[in-house]
């Protein structure tokens, strides 16, 4: 048997983050694991208690509040049960082909938006354009970057980037996506683990969606925009061709909505 050996995690000054080997390692597992998962659930009966919301999300906290808005939703019938799991793009689509999901909003770079049009075309998904937005700067509050005048994205060569695989494209090869990276990255699926690492690495920072001022305090962060950037990312909403969206997915959906737009006032007040 031939055996392949990688390393899978390197240390960082409070534990350990994947290796990017290692993150596409754990992603399989994952895939793995939610496939046993699924196949377990569709052996038992359906109980009959209420309508089911089963959905994938990227992490962003504006889809967060708009989950959490749901939830408290007075409306919404007794016995509803809602099954919500943060993942990246790919495993999203492949969910939401499957079954495994109802709906999914997926994230990428607008600079993507053909590849990920023809995989979701080619496998019978719709899509709805929920927000296109330019992301914004996180780093720690005592981080250089923090200080930096008039900040742009030259003044962050030298910088640590940590990245997750939000955006890993359709088609493209391991080497090609490669070759779209800087090489000082970190690769961290987790948001609270990305964030724990911008607190307790100063040189390090992430692109993310407008961050509310609370969870900025709680990690000590700072955030920023970045003048003259031509990065932009969609935030899109999948669901199988030809479904017709139940009650409670369309409060769901509708919940989102009204999230981003708050989210949307308040970045433009700042």
């Not at 983050?17 to 992603?27: C, H, N, R, S, W």
């Not at 909003?105 to 938006?113: F, S």
Request: hydrophobic residues 40%.
């Amino acid at each position: 048997m031939n055996t392949q050996h990688f390393r899978y995690a390197v240390e960082v000054p409070r534990g350990t983050v994947a290796t990017e080997k290692g993150a596409q390692f754990l992603a399989y597992a994952k895939e793995a694991l939610a496939q046993v998962d699924k196949m377990e659930r569709l052996s038992r009966p359906d109980d009959g208690r209420g309508p089911v919301l089963s959905a994938a999300l990227p992490h962003a906290d504006y889809l967060l509040q708009g989950l959490l808005a749901l939830t408290a939703d007075t409306k919404i019938e007794s016995g509803a049960r809602l099954s919500v799991e943060e993942t990246d793009a790919m495993q999203a689509m492949r969910g939401v082909q499957d079954g495994r999901y109802r709906l999914a909003v997926i994230r990428y770079p607008a600079a993507r938006e053909t590849y990920f049009a023809d995989y979701l075309k080619n496998n019978g998904l719709m899509s709805e354009v929920i927000w296109e937005f330019e992301p914004l700067i996180l780093a720690g509050q005592d981080s250089p970057i923090a200080a930096i005048d008039r900040l742009s994205e030259d003044k962050l060569e030298g910088y640590i980037e940590i990245q997750s695989d939000d955006g890993r494209a359709p088609y493209l090869t391991g080497g090609e996506e490669e070759n779209d990276r800087d090489s000082r990255v970190i690769f961290v699926n987790a948001q609270s683990e990305r964030l724990e690492l911008l607190s307790i690495v100063p040189d390090a920072y992430l692109w993310a969606s407008p961050t509310p001022s609370k969870r900025l305090t709680r990690f000590g962060l700072v955030q920023r925009r970045c003048p003259g950037t031509a990065r932009r990312w969609k935030d899109v909403l999948i669901f199988r061709h030809g479904k017709l969206l139940g009650e409670l997915e369309r409060r769901f959906v509708n919940r989102l909505y009204a999230a981003k737009n708050e989210v949307t006032f308040r970045a433009s007040d700042r």
